[in-house]
């Protein structure tokens, strides 16, 4: 006994999934880009913060690029008074907190931005456009 099926419209769809693979990880290798670079240009004391940066997909056309250690945004805006004005958690004017290291407390009026992750970006764009397009060409069998 033998049956089939058939489905109207799958080859369409098979096309699409593969396109929409192949944008993926032409995707992927441009956000590999500027991983990198952010991982050069991140301020070092542990190292945690440059290897916590990650890409990762998101949704069929998109990736995100950024660490996932949660500090990493006081790290590229800065916090406090010498922070980026623009984000909001800026907008204190000092405060104290307890030093474990040196067993005190200390008064602070922030941290200036250090920025590792949109400059990357910027630098690199010619770089990332490329790698898109090469994948995608790939992609294609071109």
């Known amino acids: 006994m033998e049956i089939r099926i058939q ?4 080859e369409d769809l098979t096309e699409k999934l593969e396109n929409a693979c192949h944008i993926k990880n032409a995707l992927l290798r441009g956000g590999e880009i500027v991983r990198a670079e952010a991982q050069a240009n991140c301020p ?3 190292g945690r913060l440059s ?8 949704g069929e056309r998109s990736v995100v690029i950024g660490p996932t250690a949660d500090y990493g945004i006081y790290v590229e805006y800065g ?3 010498k922070g980026d004005p623009s984000v909001p ?5 000092g405060w104290v907190y307890y030093n474990e290291k040196t067993d005190s407390f200390v008064y602070t009026t922030g941290q200036a ?30």
Request: glycine residues 12%.
């Open 113 to 142: 931005p250090q920025p590792f992750l949109v400059p990357a970006l910027y630098s690199q764009k010619d770089a990332v456009v490329a790698a898109i397009r090469q994948g995608l060409l790939e992609g294609l069998g071109g």
């Open 79 to 81: 916090t406090g008074a």
């Open 7 to 10: 489905i109207d419209g799958i």
């Open 51 to 58: 290897d916590s940066i990650v890409v990762q997909s998101e």
């Open 89 to 93: 958690h800026t907008n204190k004017k």
């Open 44 to 46: 070092k004391d542990t």
